[in-house]
């Protein structure tokens, strides 16, 4: 009888643990972009971020009232829409970033399904050499393509991001060669403020801009 009780609370916390994931439903965009996350729980296996961590991107936005936003590394779309939901609550637009064009193809089909593509510049490049090209100013930066090229990324977008920015970041619980550098020149900037999200389980580093950079003599 004790298991049966156990299992009954188990199924309830579950339940109530899935709806905590996602943001109060208000409008129609919102019930579909839901309903289509709901859908598709299982099939975001090709390096996409999970649940948890897709509402902690969409919360640091509304929050701050970010407008634009970067991602470096698309996958198949899970966090890219969760970021361009929340920035249909600000207002905003997102550009992503994938070189895989199979991946590309993909992300951009799931856009248009969940209702959120006018907020999305899908863009089919190697980040590499479009990050650094980038013209304007950005509020928020989600870095999750290749882990060796993270502190690249970072030094890339830091001019562009604006003071009151936020450049978050992928997998950094890993702290892999590439991450560790990363993590370690992240912490070394003092006009940055930069913490991490325990409850993740890949982790992801929130590094809030201060200021802006410094002049070396």
């Known amino acids: 009888m004790k298991l049966k009780y156990v299992a009954v609370a188990v199924l309830i916390f579950g339940v109530f643990f899935a709806k905590a994931q996602y943001p109060e439903i208000k409008t129609n965009l919102d019930r579909k972009v839901k309903t289509f996350l709901e859908e598709n729980v299982n099939n975001w296996r090709d390096m996409n971020v999970p649940i948890s961590d897709g509402k902690t991107l969409y919360d640091i936005i509304v929050e701050n009232n970010y407008t634009k936003a970067v991602e470096i590394g698309t996958s198949t779309g899970h966090s890219a829409i969760w970021i361009a939901w929340a920035l249909s609550k600000t207002g905003g637009k997102l550009i992503t970033i994938e070189i895989d064009k199979k ?107 201060k200021a802006e950079k410094p002049e070396t003599n």
Do not use: Q
Not at 105 to 129: Q, W, Y
Not at 145 to 172: E, I, Q
Not at 175 to 182: C, L, Q, T
């Open 103 to 209: 991946r590309w193809l993909e992300a951009k089909a799931n856009f248009k399904k969940a209702g959120v593509d006018k907020f999305i510049d899908a863009r089919l490049a190697d980040a590499h050499d479009l990050v650094p090209s980038l013209p304007g100013k950005y509020d928020f930066v989600f870095s999750d393509a290749d882990k060796y090229w993270y502190k690249n990324y970072f030094v890339n977008m830091d001019p562009k991001l604006k003071v009151g920015g936020c450049f978050t970041a992928h997998n950094t619980s890993m702290r892999i060669s590439g991450i560790r550098e990363f993590v370690e020149y992240i912490e070394s900037l003092d006009y940055y403020e930069t913490s991490y999200v325990r409850n993740s389980r890949s982790g992801i580093s929130i590094s809030y801009k």
